[in-house]
């Protein structure tokens, strides 16, 4: 589990809820009215501008902010090394078995078409096709939940001005004006906390995801190819340590 996201939620909303206490009611931001608006809003708008089977589908990707990524760009060099020095020493052929005890299929399918002979040329665009409708399915659910933090202030905003509605509209009984103004500010409230809490942080987070896998992607085309070309393993893993930051390339590796 990645600690930080729920360390996160947990700190944000004991702040959040502690900071309302100590002058106030914490059953004074609890309204029925405004819980109906924003998050009615959001749900009725979701389910306009996706069919409800992606909408259901791009909620369930906010679980993946609690789950620590389990791709690390700078464990392939290593392991791209011993298959640069295993094709060294026996063939390409040698990298079929290899590849079928591997649960990475991307790599998997490299090795599977350099073992078959494909041009490399051919090898690139097949895994840099792959590499990009990955991005594409990737980004499209980033979206959603950049569309969501845009609608949450947008029906914050449309719950206040309900809100000033009905007050100035009971301005003749004084004794309204109190759960109607209530109704105008905290509809704001929901609707920035839905934005700034939950589905930015939560976008930012998936693309964070998306870049690291796409960086080991990107290594492992650029890897294979290498050792299709047989290159010198030691140049192998010199060229992949590029695509990291120098605070994250291995110091050494195996010969």
């Not at 939620?9 to 309302?20: A, C, D, E, P, R």
């Not at 029925?32 to 708008?45: Q, R």
């Not at 979206?143 to 001005?161: H, N, Q, R, S, Y």
């Amino acid at each position: 589990m990645d600690k930080g996201a729920p360390i996160g939620f947990v700190l944000g909303t004991v702040l959040v809820v502690y900071s309302i206490m100590i002058d106030g009611d914490i059953r004074g931001f609890i309204n029925v009215p405004s819980i109906l608006i924003v998050f009615g809003g959001i749900i009725a708008a979701l389910l306009i501008s996706f069919p409800i089977n992606k909408v259901i589908e791009n909620a369930k990707v906010f679980n993946l902010i609690f789950k620590e990524s389990t791709i690390k760009p700078e464990l392939l060099i290593g392991q791209i090394g011993e298959l640069a020095q295993a094709a060294r020493r026996e063939g390409l052929l040698v990298l079929e078995e290899k590849a079928r005890e591997m649960d990475d299929a991307f790599m998997q399918k490299g090795i599977m078409l350099m073992v078959d002979g494909t041009d490399p040329e051919l090898i690139r665009d097949i895994l840099e096709t792959e590499l990009g409708f990955m991005e594409e399915r990737h980004k499209e659910k980033q979206g959603f939940w950049d569309f969501v933090a845009e609608l949450g202030p947008a029906w914050g905003m449309i719950g206040t001005l309900i809100g000033l509605v009905n007050m100035l509209a009971a301005l003749s009984d004084p004794t309204t004006l109190g759960p109607k103004m209530a109704v105008a500010l905290i509809t704001t409230f929901y609707g920035s906390m839905i934005a700034n809490f939950v589905a930015t942080p939560a976008s930012t987070k998936l693309k964070g995801k998306t870049a690291i896998e796409v960086v080991a992607k990107q290594m492992i085309i650029e890897g294979l190819l290498s050792i299709q070309a047989g290159e010198n393993p030691r140049v192998i893993e010199e060229k992949l340590k590029s695509f990291l930051a120098p605070n994250k390339r291995p110091v050494e590796t195996e010969a």
